[in-house]
């Protein structure tokens, strides 16, 4: 009874101390360190949080898309399908709406205050980035309400709406980018920008480079205008130099890259046959890739091997000499990651690249194929080659080499759209998987355009026959909390994740 008599009398005590001397003692407040995260501080945990939205769902978009496949028989992503009531497949959604989420507005707000535009521009620019990869893979999101106070619920908005916001946040950011009064400042960007260390020029790049994928992605309707994708492809990245490459220290789990040895997040995958097929010279008239050692890792044996989706790996068993090796480029038997120094996007300390020019050089190249510009199409094409034979490490006369092969089309009338989407393909492995998604799913899987690629004889139980065409909103923020807004949407259906997309139809 004791501890309810004084608990109360203890509370009005502090109530009365609180009032009498709020000015005396304040320990929310401590005037040695700033009270409101500066712009130069918040960055770099974005930037973390970008490569991790990406990496985290790249597992299992990987999957489909054939990128990798798991080392066990019918993966249920192998397969098309996703693991009900988890949070798989839902960290682009935590990253948009919590990790990037209300930092955003705190830059802005914080940054339009110090007259800060270049901030704010970066700012902008990165919350339009996010709206684009974000819906590009869940579809419908929530806009119109996001951040709205006091609210528990949230309703939808359709994938079109978003793409418009996309395109408004991302102008605005170039503009606010392009300003030189108040107090814009290199060396003050360059705090915290990992990436370009506070060039506003290379930013503005990123950001067309946004718009291009924006207007790019909506090719099967009749509103796409090559024109505008082309301009902006123009105006963005230039050479690899303007890679949006977010860099790893690589002395830890805590600082490495997420595909690197150290982290250890690649063990159960394993290269797939479909990428075998486009580096060995399956797929490509008999030309071995140059690409191909620098990318992928042979077997003890000396023999390249890939997996096929649904079958697991066979030869995943010790000492086999035909055993298919880890994607760091050493046999799954090695544990110690001291032994293991990778190679590619795959060591500790490999930057993620969240664009690149090869990449805008290829949609320039469809863009341009796709208005009957096939001399523009053809030497953007060979751009995107060239570029990514330099981001793999292939020297310039293997590239040249390659470049006059049977591999490759020789003359503008020539150039086929397949020619195009599988060299973007090689060029996108792995760390552009999300946007590969983007486009297989614009082409509906075709194999005609993605000679080789097979989707699964058999789905997932629940697909009803479909492949997976979107990823299902995260489970522990939408599917605990915001039911009814589901439930309206048809997100609570099994085959949800078969539903085609807006920007996918005509």
Same mark, same amino acid.
């Given at each position: ?66 990128? &990798?496949?798991? =080392? ?13 009531? %988890? ?56 806009? %119109? @309400?996001?951040?709205?106070? #006091? ?34 400042? @290199? ?32 090719? #099967? ?12 492809? *123009? ?7 303007? *890679?949006?490459?977010? /860099? ?16 250890? *997040? ?10 075998? @097929? ?29 997996? =096929? ?37 795959? =060591?500790?300390?490999? /930057? ?8 805008? @050089? ?64 090689? %060029?996108? &492995? ?6 590969? &998604? ?9 194999? *005609? ?11 997932? =139980? ?45």
């Amino acid at each position: 009874m004791k501890s309810k008599i004084i608990l109360p009398a203890l509370l009005t005590l502090m109530l009365v101390f609180s009032n009498s001397c709020d000015k005396y003692l304040d320990i929310n407040f401590d005037p040695s360190n700033p009270q409101v995260a500066e712009g130069f501080a918040l960055l770099p945990p974005m930037f973390a949080n970008m490569v991790r939205g990406e990496a985290f769902d790249t597992r299992f978009v990987g999957q489909y898309i054939q990128n &990798w496949a798991s =080392t066990a028989a019918n993966n249920v992503w192998d397969l098309h399908g996703y693991v009900a009531g %988890s949070d798989a497949a839902g960290e682009k959604w935590r990253q948009h709406y919590w990790a990037i989420g209300r930092n955003i507005d705190l830059m802005i707000e914080q940054a339009t205050l110090k007259e800060q535009w270049d901030y704010v521009g970066v700012a902008k620019a990165i919350r339009a980035w996010s709206w684009q990869t974000s819906t590009d893979v869940y579809g419908e999101m929530i806009l %119109s @309400q996001v951040f709205e106070p #006091n609210r528990y619920v949230f309703d939808y908005d359709t994938q079109d709406k978003i793409y418009a916001e996309v395109e408004r946040l991302a102008l605005e950011a170039i503009n606010d980018l392009r300003r030189t009064d108040g107090a814009v400042s @290199q060396a003050s960007l360059a705090r915290g920008d990992l990436v370009y260390a506070g060039n506003r020029d290379k930013w503005i790049r990123f950001t067309y480079g946004v718009l291009a994928r924006n207007a790019h992605h909506i090719s #099967n309707k009749a509103s796409y205008n090559p024109d505008k994708v082309i301009e902006y492809c *123009n105006l963005s990245l230039q050479s690899n130099a303007d *890679n949006f490459n977010v /860099p790893h220290a690589g002395t830890s789990t805590a600082d490495g890259n997420f595909f690197g040895p150290t982290r250890n *997040n690649l063990r159960v995958y394993r290269q797939s046959s479909y990428i075998l @097929q486009l580096l060995n010279g399956t797929l490509f008239n008999g030309v071995v890739d140059p690409r191909l050692p620098k990318m992928l890792s042979a077997s003890p044996d000396g023999e390249y091997r890939g997996v =096929t989706p649904v079958a697991g790996d066979p030869t995943n068993t010790n000492n086999n000499p035909a055993r298919i090796p880890l994607l760091w480029g050493v046999s799954p038997a090695v544990t110690n990651a001291a032994q293991i120094p990778g190679k590619y996007i795959f =060591t500790d300390k490999a /930057p993620h690249s969240i664009l690149t020019y090869s990449e805008i @050089q290829f949609i320039k190249a469809e863009a341009a194929f796709r208005k009957g510009d096939k001399s523009t199409a053809y030497q953007a094409f060979l751009n995107g080659i060239k570029a990514h034979m330099d981001f793999a490490g292939v020297t310039a006369a293997e590239r040249d080499t390659y470049l006059a092969s049977a591999a490759v089309p020789q003359n503008a009338n020539d150039l086929t759209i397949s020619d195009i989407m599988m060299q973007k393909y090689i %060029s996108l &492995w792995v760390h552009g998987a999300l946007e590969t &998604w983007v486009d297989m799913r614009r082409f509906r899987y075709s194999n *005609n355009v993605y000679r080789g690629f097979n989707l699964p004889v058999t789905f997932f =139980t629940a697909n009803s026959g479909k492949p997976a065409y979107r990823l299902r909103p995260r489970y522990n923020s939408e599917y605990v909390w915001n039911l009814d807004a589901l439930n309206r949407l048809g997100a609570t259906n099994d085959d949800y994740h078969t539903k085609e997309l807006w920007f996918m139809q005509n």
